[in-house]
């Protein structure tokens, strides 16, 4: 999701209240924690000056943030980061302007952030190739988070909520383990999370009751073994994000068959089957049949 930050128009106050801002993300060390998911933790460059991490205020959960990475060959991104960036950047050749890509904030902790990568390889995108190379040196651009309460935090657990649901694929497992974490003592959980190896299967902490199926083979499993389960009595609340088709399915399946009130049901497409993100950007999340727009 690529959010404008708000125009600075007051003293330099009122750019602390700004939702969004650019940021310099400098790779300080990598680790594999499957065969498809890569943690890269990144830093800052020291400096001190606008682009350092003191700023960066992620409201975890399902903190979504958008990078801008370099093409293959090229030593950095070319992004332009002033008032009007968003016009520059669109002005540029698309081959040569910085990859623009939507991820989620792992986690936070004083002068790092960790940003898990789903290392696709049928073909592997820009974005996937360059997580894949990158070695403490490298470094990108992202529009993050000035504020923890921000529009691009999603789950929002509702007063009153007996028990949540929550349908993933691969490239909402970073969410979806967030999520886990930020769940309080005993509420009960439902998990499906569809990955593409069975050690993808990585330890997931948290302090509710959660019972977690991990499903391997096509999206579609997810949907089938949502419709199977029995779910509990009592207000719910879900959570379903990944391929924008299986995401579709589970909400209906939900709002329609279940009888889930749409508005407890947060949903977001992170891809397409059979688009590139660029185009699944451009196209855009169509509305879903009842009227309410997805929140991709």
Known sequence: MTTEPTTQTEEPAAEAAEPFRFFRLDVARTERLSPTLLRITFGDDGAGGPGSLDGFAS??????????????????????????WFEEYR???????????SYTVRSQ???EVD????????????????????EPGDWIIALGPAVPDNTAVRFR??????HVVVAADETALPA??????SLPAGLPVQAWIRVPHADDAIRLHTAADADVTW?????????DALRAAELPAGTPYAWLAGEAGMVRELRRQLVRERGFDRRTVAFTGYWRRGASEDQFRYEGEPEADDGAAAAG
Do not use: C, K
């Not at 409201?59 to 009007?84: I, K, N, V, W, Y």
């Not at 002005?91 to 890509?101: K, N, Q, S, Y």
């Not at 499903?215 to 949907?223: E, I, M, N, Q, S």
């Open 115 to 134: 940003i898990d990568f789903v290392l696709h390889t049928d073909p592997a995108g820009p974005a996937a190739q360059w997580a894949g190379e990158a």
């Open 109 to 111: 902790r004083p002068g």
């Open 215 to 223: 499903l391997t083979g096509p999206t579609a499993g997810v949907v």
């Open 59 to 84: 409201g975890g959960r399902d903190q979504s943030l958008s990078l801008f990475l370099p093409h293959p060959g090229q030593a950095e991104p070319l992004m332009p980061t002033g008032p009007d």
């Open 157 to 162: 657990l509702p007063e009153g909520t007996d």
């Open 91 to 101: 002005a540029l050749d698309p081959g040569v302007r910085a990859v623009l890509r």
């Open 176 to 181: 979806a383990a967030a999520i886990l974490e």
